[in-house]
């Protein structure tokens, strides 16, 4: 029984043809002698990948081992001389199995340079990354930002791949993560440049938020437990690991959203960093999507839609003036907030639930209709605040300050004229699916490398800018390598 199609298409003899015929052979005699004869398809089917991966393996080792043995004791990379400095065995790895190189390869250092810089031909000859074929590389990159490493090695065992070590990957993860974020500020304006607003966009939306992220910190000498351990009650065999800490550190999250003329995303751009790193970069970097939209839109409005906390207005509007060609936008409290202090409101001061459902309604559709609701709605509340004492009082008078002091930013039927949103939906959503989702697992954990390498992965992969990043991206791992005279 034949386990490949023998239907391969009459007259076409080119070369590609005749070579994947000459393969289909081969891999048919591979599995014959390795399966019996009444084997099932289930069985047929993991042989044939199975051996397939075998024979990429072995081609990508064979492949690699050429590109070293080619390369002279003096070449060019980028121009520059260099000469060949030491030599030494190597594996690789690929999504195909190990590739070990049997013939030692040269590491290379610049010619002229006491200890100057070295450089490994092999690797930028065939882009290898982090010591990652390319498409191990991407795949780990992808699997890191989607998930735990665990999954990704699950999905390409799945697969019939045979990739490296969970640990070995997880390494890569963490050096390719980290490297992504410490090329962004180079390679986010090429994505941006070959980015073009989707049809119907009538405004961009930008917010900022916080969310926390669990940290693991070494434990100081001296400073108590957060949490009491339980007493061993068998030998631990194991080294003891050092003591450390679980605490909640702050992470910011940014969104630009291109919206249609309704209010709804067309597109939206997510943005996460750790609480160590900068804020105003990241606002610097929302603003360069809201410059690029402009650049292609001039007419485009532009609003910000965020809870109300005054820091993170600040960040945003110092970011919106530094933008010398916007001179105005407009500015909205998320509505989802303000209709969990109105709902509050009204438990105090409307004891019958059905009657508190109709207000709210009214209230809503005041708020849409007319931008003065929101003061006619304060008004009423500090109508109502004498009638009340002790906690009551206290949480009527806390809601009707933040009404006054942000009724400007509660001008939601003109907010909805324009086209903006009225809610920060975007941007909460944001902080669940980028930091919450894939950094706020059970049991996990962090430093501050490897968080802030996933966040920035997570974050381009929601975006779907992921592909058009790593493009970029691969391109300083690999150089053009010329024999020098």
Not at 46 to 75: F, I, K
Not at 168 to 181: F, H, M, N, P, Y
């Amino acid at each position: 029984m034949r386990i490949v199609s023998q239907a391969i298409r009459s007259g076409n003899n080119n070369g590609y043809e005749r070579g994947l015929q000459e393969a289909q052979r081969g891999l048919e005699r591979a599995i014959a002698a390795q399966l019996a004869a009444d084997a099932s398809f289930a069985e047929r089917e993991q042989a044939v990948l199975s051996a397939a991966n075998e024979m990429c393996r072995r081609l990508l080792e064979a492949e690699l081992q050429a590109t070293a043995d080619g390369h002279p004791d003096r070449v060019r990379i980028e121009g520059i001389a260099y000469g060949r400095h030491q030599e030494g065995a190597v594996t690789y790895h690929s999504l195909c199995g190990p590739l070990t190189l049997t013939v030692r390869r040269a590491t290379y250092r610049e010619v002229g340079e006491h200890n100057g810089p070295t450089a490994v031909a092999l690797d930028l000859a065939a882009g290898l990354i982090e010591g990652a074929t390319p498409a191990l590389a991407y795949r780990v990159a992808l699997g890191y930002a989607q998930g735990p490493g665990r999954h990704a090695e699950e999905q390409m065992h799945a697969d019939h791949r045979q990739p490296p070590s969970r640990r070995t990957l997880e390494r890569l993860a963490k050096a390719i993560g980290t490297a992504v974020t410490r090329t962004a500020s180079r390679v986010e304006p090429l994505v941006r440049a070959a980015e073009t607003l989707p049809e119907g966009a009538r405004g961009v939306s930008v917010g900022i938020d916080r969310t926390t992220v669990p940290m693991e910190e070494e434990r100081l000498a001296g400073s108590p437990p957060d949490t009491r351990r339980k007493r061993r009650t068998a030998p631990y065999v194991r080294a003891v690991p050092p003591r450390v800490d679980v605490k909640y550190r702050m992470a910011y999250v940014g969104t630009v959203s291109i919206v249609e003329a309704s209010g709804e995303a067309l597109v939206t751009r997510r943005y996460a960093i750790t609480g160590d790193d900068e804020p105003t970069d990241l606002v610097t970097r929302m603003m360069a999507d809201v410059q690029r939209a402009r650049e292609q839109a001039p007419r485009v409005r532009v609003g910000v839609i965020q809870d109300a906390a005054p820091e993170l207005w600040t960040l945003l509007r110092g970011g919106l003036r530094a933008e010398a060609r916007l001179r105005q936008w407009d500015e909205g409290i998320d509505r989802y907030h303000l209709n969990e202090r109105l709902a509050e409101i009204l438990r105090i001061t409307e004891p019958d639930a059905t009657r508190r459902s109709e207000q709210l309604a009214r209230w809503n559709d005041a708020l849409d209709q007319d931008d003065v609701a929101i003061d006619r709605i304060a008004r009423w509340v500090a109508e109502q605040i004498s009638a009340y004492e002790g906690d009551d009082l206290a949480t009527l008078e806390r809601h009707w300050t933040f009404l006054c002091n942000n009724n400007d930013r509660m001008r939601y039927a003109t907010l909805r004229a324009k086209g903006l949103p009225c809610g920060s939906g975007a941007t909460e959503g944001a902080c669940k699916s980028v930091v919450m989702i894939r950094a706020k697992a059970c049991g996990q954990r962090w430093h501050h490398e490897g968080v802030s390498a996933v966040l920035t992965l997570r974050a381009a992969y929601l975006s779907e800018r992921l592909p058009t990043m790593w493009s970029h991206f691969a391109d300083d791992y690999s150089a053009e390598i010329q024999a020098a005279a």
